[in-house]
């Protein structure tokens, strides 16, 4: 089992920019592909981002391609959300997921079934 940990959320100005990591430990990180989700109020749990285990490729939300970049360092058992040009409808409770599945090359990861394990959450709010 693999346990996760966010950070770097916080207010931030639309237009502006945040980062958020999220720290593994309990198993080699490695062994799982990673990605981000978010939830605003009284709205489902959404995909996010999503990468490979070697870091290889990455997967967006249409909502967020070109502004998000997920990226990850398995060094340092983290990945992160870079996001920029934020909207006051990113605002949500943002989560670190790890899957256990191997992706094929045409399979999109954006099904919360897809993750096996859930950081706490990490507040990301965007003033207009």
């Known amino acids: 089992q693999v346990q996760l940990v966010e950070s770097g959320g916080g207010l931030v100005q639309a237009g502006g920019s945040l980062r958020l990591s999220c720290a593994a430990s309990g198993r080699t990180f490695s062994n799982y592909a990673m990605g981000w989700f978010r939830q605003a109020p009284g709205k489902e749990r959404e995909f996010v981002a999503a990468?490979?285990?070697?870091?290889?490729?990455?997967y967006y939300a249409e909502s967020v391609k070109g502004r998000f970049t997920i990226s990850r360092d398995n060094a340092k058992n983290t990945v992160y959300l870079q996001m920029n040009s934020l909207k006051p409808e990113d605002a949500a409770v943002y989560y670190c997921?790890?899957?256990?599945?191997?992706?094929?090359?045409?399979?999109?990861?954006?099904?919360?079934?897809?993750?096996?394990?859930w950081g706490q959450g990490t507040q990301v709010t965007v003033s207009s």
């Open positions: 997921t790890a899957s256990t599945m191997y992706w094929s090359d045409s399979y999109y990861p954006g099904n919360r079934g897809d993750y096996a394990y």
């Open positions: 990468i490979t285990r070697s870091g290889g490729k990455t």
